[in-house]
């Protein structure tokens, strides 16, 4: 495979930015190697700037459920440019996604839009500690919630990859005010709210983490978590900036019937285009302002192209129960491939799999929380990694992460991944 058109652009690009890449985990660094740079991508397949075809599994971390460039979303973004880009003022397609998000999410009362999975969580935040008067949050350790101070703390995937759990740059004061608890662990999260009685504003997770890689939440956590929050009046905020609009039509809080106080969303809300949401009971949401007291402004907030293409993915969505149906057999399929496959060779590495997000750890122990994660043979995923990229596949470079389906991913694709694992797991372990 040839990449060097993508190693030069490398190369020049660590010239003038920071490491080369606008997100760290682009760069490569948990897997080795160089990034391959990206020219183009259509329905399941990325095209890289030297020309190499890819079968998608990062579908930009979420949002291309459909597959790239749909054409859909395409029309709806190139009708709305052309009553230009940007205006700064209330338009008719925000009240029409924001009634279509709380009619698809029933937890969700009212909705206020944002640019970024981080801002929503950073905005609903403070409207939580608005609200409650308390200063404290509790998170769990792998779990990611944007870039936000508050969350830099034990924060998974990209930091875990770079073994900088903390952020130099995040004060010992915003720290002190994050607590963190290990994810399906109850008995730790009850410690830590009964010493810290009347401080905790809010609690927040991915109900299903994909940021440690695809990690399920045990029977009656959830449960478990929503008793504790209505005991103590701590505002229970569920994060499916990933799983929003994924997992099902309403997420995972539908999934597993599981009522949060405020919800935050991204990725696929905004079709590609940079968007985030946070919203959720009536009464917290009407803290923000100009409604309350929170403050929460956007320059380029409910920008007119990314409600073009979110509402149209979400419409689409809301239409077509029949994505649902296909993710979960496409997923369902991809791991039952999988699992013969290391029968086969007499392995069992871990496989943690729901619907369409799954991440095969390098691993024999069950993974259920970030230490369990960690026990993963990274230098192993290193070369599965390359070995499944010299085979066309492209998947996320880092073990602390979880695979996206598309429904653009016919049989055909799902068995040449099936078939890439396995000729990979034969390459890297010589079987
Ligand atoms: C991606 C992600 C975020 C951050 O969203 P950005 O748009 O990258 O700022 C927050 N929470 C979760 C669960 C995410 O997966």
Not at 184 to 203: F, S
Not at 319 to 330: G, I, K
Not at 347 to 373: C, E, K, R, W
Request: charged share 20%.
């Amino acid at each position: 495979m040839n990449t060097s058109i993508s190693q030069h652009l490398f190369e020049k690009a660590q010239n003038f930015i920071p490491g080369g890449v606008n997100s760290p985990v682009r760069a490569f660094r948990a897997v080795g190697g160089s990034p391959i740079f990206i020219k183009s991508a259509k329905g399941p397949y990325v095209y890289d700037e030297d020309g190499n075809e890819y079968i998608e599994l990062i579908n930009s971390w979420g949002p291309m459920i459909l597959g790239h460039a749909h054409e859909l979303i395409q029309k709806a973004v190139s009708d709305a440019i052309q009553h230009s880009f940007s205006f700064g003022a209330p338009t008719r397609r925000e009240v029409e996604i924001a009634e279509l998000i709380v009619s698809m999410v029933p937890s969700i009362e009212k909705v206020r839009m944002v640019n970024s999975g981080t801002e929503a969580t950073m905005s609903a935040i403070r409207v939580a500690r608005g609200f409650t008067g308390r200063d404290k949050i509790i998170k769990f350790e792998g779990c990611y919630h944007g870039h936000g101070d508050s969350f830099l703390i034990a924060a998974g995937s990209g930091a875990a990859t770079f073994g900088t759990p903390d952020s130099p740059g995040v004060t010992r004061g915003v720290a002190n005010d994050t607590l963190t608890a290990p994810f399906n662990d109850l008995g730790a999260v009850q410690q830590l709210v009964d010493a810290n009685k009347n401080h905790i504003a809010a609690l927040i997770l991915e109900p299903v983490v994909g940021n440690m890689g695809c990690v399920l939440p045990k029977e009656g956590f959830l449960e478990g978590l929503r008793k504790i929050c209505d005991e103590e009046g701590i505002v229970l905020i569920l994060d499916e900036v990933m799983t929003g609009f994924r997992l099902a039509k309403g997420g995972a809080q539908e999934r597993f019937g599981v009522t949060p106080d405020l919800t935050t969303l991204g990725k696929i809300i905004g079709g590609g285009m940079p968007v985030g949401a946070y919203g959720g009971k009536a009464e917290i949401m009407n803290w923000v302002s100009p409604a309350g007291p929170v403050y929460q402004a956007g320059t380029l907030s409910g920008n007119p192209i990314a409600m073009a293409a979110g509402l149209t993915m979400l419409n689409y969505l809301n239409d077509h129960p029949e994505v649902y149906t296909q993710l979960e057999s496409s997923g369902a399929k991809l791991a039952a491939g999988f699992r013969a496959s290391q029968e086969k060779l007499g392995l069992n590495y871990t496989l943690n799999q729901i619907g369409s997000m799954y991440t095969l750890f390098f691993t024999n122990q069950q993974v259920t929380d970030f230490p369990s994660a960690k026990t993963s043979d990274l230098i192993l995923f290193g070369k599965y990694f390359h070995a499944m990229l010299n085979r066309g596949i492209y998947m996320g470079p880092s073990q602390f992460e979880s695979m996206f389906l598309s429904t653009a991913l016919t049989d055909e694709h799902l068995n040449k991944i099936i078939e890439a694992n396995e000729d990979s797991l034969k390459e890297i372990l010589s079987l």
